[in-house]
């Protein structure tokens, strides 16, 4: 009796165990279900079939958000959210799925199309068949995906046709929020990790949030890719497979960026691109560019439509907010040139492809050349570029004007803004200063007035008869008898300032006891006049105190006779006697011999 309960005990333990191992074995099989990527294709098709399920409950017309979630369910739009890549999906050839990106993939952004006249479709269906299976005359470029990158909305008209899916693996995004767009974006590509705004009363509460969740950041999208096609919908470079898979081999490998340059007998002139070799000079805010000596000589090309970019993805990343930029492709040269990255270009022979000609109206072509100067100017002005010298020495400035205020803000402690970010007075304030100081010599000539340059006015004279490359005013001395003799300034014993005919600003100075001379009422780039008096031996200064060096009282066996040198110019600017005493009893020894550079 007691071994058959033995044995019955034993059985009833082991078959507990063995429910036990089954209950753990169905608990794993559920988490490796949730969350392996080995069962992401199995996981993807169960959601598609409920979203299926789910139109055949509640048939409509998709809205644009509606058509946003969908794309962002269905695939590459997890690059923006994976924590890993996946491996490559097994989808029969010309199938459109939507493809996680995978380290080594390749990916487009489409950009600097209007959205009034573009060819955004036709360009995205070249680019690796996306679009479909491919039609004669089009391109396979073999990329993984294309973002659409929108600049400030939602395209309006739609890229795509009302109630019509974008194609799989394209994602259209913006490149900055818009709290007043009329329905959220695929996807907000903010410029940092913040959640971007999205109205969310133009769509389900549930789109909304996801439409919004955790803020989407475009270098999250390229994390898997190693090189990026930058391309714009105008874009006839004969891209194959071979011609990009060339390029992306040296850009990847050399970590530089290659412009891909269309090169065919066929390329009509006004569309092929103007290829320059450029330099671009951050310290004193200039762009120079020359004729290069080859086609791989290229590192910079502006308007024409026939060259694309292939940019490996870690270059990307030192570029910053890249993106945000337009227009796109001369933004990441002209950034690339700021801080070292090399570029190099190579050609693409072959056929240009047919494309549907755009802004063939002159309203359009108008309308797109204001659109594209607009945006050149506001990014010459975001990156710091004030002057471009063009191959035949053309100066085109983007900088200050007489009707505009100056390029820096508040001087202070004698240091300006420019000098804190490392860089030197903008070239169009120094054209300014010139012409200023140029006007108030001529007028103390006319009038007899004795004068001298001051300060690093004079230092900038003796040492290159020049200004001093980071200095933002000119210093000049005169006698203080001789001011009746000018009447610009005998007025301000009267007035507080008078304007000239050519819009110059005669004032006394706000820290008193000095006269100033603005460019205009709205840049007040200035000349800076001190009136010395005759005290026995000694130049003695004024009331005046600016706690600059050249604010003291000196002998006047260093002033008189006065000479000159040349300065700005001109070949006959009044200096001291002994300028180079002069400088060092102001200064210091050496200070001529021995500049020191602002750090």
């Known amino acids: 009796m007691r071994g058959w309960a033995w044995a019955l005990g034993t059985r009833r333990r082991r078959g507990l165990d063995t429910l036990v191992l089954l209950v753990v074995g169905c608990l794993f099989a559920v988490y490796a279900f949730v969350s392996w990527d080995a069962f992401e294709p199995l996981r993807r098709k169960t959601r598609h079939r409920q979203q299926e399920s789910d139109h055949v409950r509640e048939p409509h017309q998709p809205t644009l958000a509606e058509r946003s979630m969908h794309a962002a369910d269905s695939g590459w739009l997890g690059w923006f959210s994976a924590s890993r890549p996946v491996g490559k999906p097994t989808a029969a050839p010309g199938h459109r799925l939507l493809r996680q990106v995978e380290r080594g993939r390749f990916v487009a952004v489409l950009s600097d199309f209007e959205e009034w006249d573009h060819n955004v479709v036709s360009a995205v269906a070249g680019l690796g068949g996306l679009g479909g299976d491919e039609g004669p005359g089009r391109i396979r470029a073999g990329v993984d995906g294309v973002i659409v990158l929108a600049e400030h909305r939602v395209p309006y008209p739609p890229l795509y046709p009302p109630g019509t899916l974008p194609p799989r693996g394209v994602a259209v995004v913006m490149s900055r929020d818009n709290p007043g767009a009329l329905s959220p974006p695929v996807v907000i590509v903010a410029h940092d990790?913040?959640?971007?705004?999205?109205?969310?009363?133009?769509?389900?509460?549930?789109?909304?949030?996801?439409?919004?969740?955790?803020?989407?950041?475009?270098?999250?999208?390229?994390?898997?890719?190693?090189?990026?096609?930058?391309?714009?919908?105008?874009?006839?470079?004969?891209?194959?497979?071979?011609?990009?898979?060339?390029?992306?081999?040296?850009?990847?490998?050399?970590?530089?960026?290659?412009?891909?340059?269309?090169?065919?007998?066929?390329?009509?002139?006004?569309?092929?691109?103007?290829?320059?070799?450029?330099?671009?000079?951050?310290?004193?805010?200039?762009?120079?560019?020359?004729?290069?000596?080859?086609?791989?000589?290229?590192?910079?090309?502006?308007?024409?439509?026939?060259?694309?970019?292939?940019?490996?993805?870690?270059?990307?990343?030192?570029?910053?907010?890249?993106f945000l930029l337009r227009p796109l492709i001369e933004a990441v040269l002209i950034k690339a040139l700021a801080v070292g990255v090399p570029v190099s270009a190579m050609p693409a022979s072959g056929a240009l492809p047919a494309a549907r000609p755009l802004y063939v109206t002159p309203h359009n072509a108008d309308k797109r050349a204001r659109a594209v100067a607009t945006r050149r100017s506001?990014?010459?002005?975001?990156?710091?570029?004030?002057?471009?010298?063009?191959?035949?020495?053309?100066?085109?400035?983007?900088?200050?004007?007489?009707?505009?205020p100056r390029c820096f803000g508040t001087v202070f402690n004698d240091r300006p803004d420019f000098l804190a970010a490392g860089r030197w007075t903008p070239p169009c304030c120094i054209a300014h200063l010139k012409e200023t100081a140029q006007y108030v010599f001529d007028r103390l000539d006319a009038a007899g007035v004795r004068w001298w340059l001051e300060g690093g006015s004079l230092l900038g004279a003796a040492r290159n008869g020049d200004l001093i490359p980071w200095d933002y005013d000119v210093d000049v001395g005169i006698r203080s008898e001789d001011i009746a003799k000018c009447a610009e300034l005998a007025l301000l014993d009267t007035v507080p300032h008078s304007t000239t005919a050519e819009g110059y600003i005669w004032e006394k100075a706000r820290e008193g006891g000095f006269y100033r001379v603005q460019y205009s009422a709205y840049n007040h780039l200035h000349v800076d006049i001190f009136p010395f008096h005759l005290d026995g031996e000694t130049i003695a200064k004024g009331s005046w105190a600016t706690g600059h060096k050249q604010d003291t009282s000196f002998p006047v066996k260093l002033l008189e006779p006065l000479t000159q040198l040349p300065f700005i110019g001109r070949t006959n600017a009044s200096v001291p006697a002994d300028y180079r005493a002069f400088l060092e009893y102001k200064f210091g020894k050496g200070v001529i011999d021995s500049p020191m550079y602002p750090s």
């Open 378 to 404: 506001e990014l010459y002005r975001t990156l710091g570029v004030k002057l471009k010298r063009s191959e035949d020495g053309h100066a085109e400035w983007h900088g200050c004007n007489r009707q505009g």
């Open 193 to 322: 990790a913040r959640a971007p705004g999205v109205a969310a009363a133009a769509a389900p509460k549930h789109q909304a949030t996801r439409s919004n969740a955790g803020g989407f950041v475009l270098s999250d999208a390229l994390d898997g890719a190693d090189a990026v096609l930058l391309t714009t919908d105008s874009s006839r470079v004969p891209l194959d497979a071979a011609v990009l898979h060339k390029a992306r081999t040296r850009a990847v490998a050399r970590q530089e960026i290659v412009i891909v340059v269309a090169h065919s007998d066929s390329n009509p002139v006004d569309h092929r691109p103007r290829c320059h070799n450029a330099s671009f000079d951050v310290r004193r805010w200039t762009i120079s560019l020359a004729p290069p000596k080859s086609v791989a000589a290229c590192n910079y090309v502006e308007g024409g439509t026939d060259a694309v970019l292939v940019v490996p993805t870690q270059v990307l990343t030192r570029l910053g907010d890249w």
